[in-house]
């Protein structure tokens, strides 16, 4: 296992994303502002859509962190080679319209950094081997 951190900032915040490697796979943390937590869940591979699931907040609504995660799932895509979850949880304190307004080209620029990174990344991953139809374990 590999984990590297890449982080943004802008208005006033910073936003960081900790990737960690296992096996062919990528689990990415992204956290940030005032209060870092687990807002919602993203998963992806190469070849299948992004999924979300949003947790519960408060006053009945659900966290609104999946702007940043799927932004950034959308720029590294392409280039993964096994499934991908993706973690996100932001939170700035009265947050202003223009730092709402700047969350999405955070992920994407996250996205880019990452993308550039598991592009260079040398991954060495043995195939898992598997019992034939004719074969039972001993």
Known sequence: ????????????????????????????VVTGGDHPHIGDVTTLTATT???TIKYPSHDGRFHKDNIVGEQLAQQIQSVLRGSCT???????????????????PMGRKL??????????Q?????????????????
Do not use: N
């Open 49 to 51: 859509g992004l999924q």
């Open 111 to 120: 996205g880019v950094q990452i993308k550039q990174w598991l592009h260079d």
């Open 86 to 104: 993706i973690t996100s949880g932001i939170h700035v304190d009265h947050i202003s319209q223009a730092q709402i307004d700047a969350a999405v």
């Open 122 to 138: 040398p991954f060495s991953i043995s195939a898992p081997v598997y019992y034939s139809d004719q074969e039972r374990p001993k």
């Open 1 to 28: 296992m590999t984990t590297q951190t890449f982080q943004t900032t802008q208005q006033g915040y910073t936003i960081q994303a900790a990737v960690t490697t296992i096996g062919p796979d990528i689990l990415i």
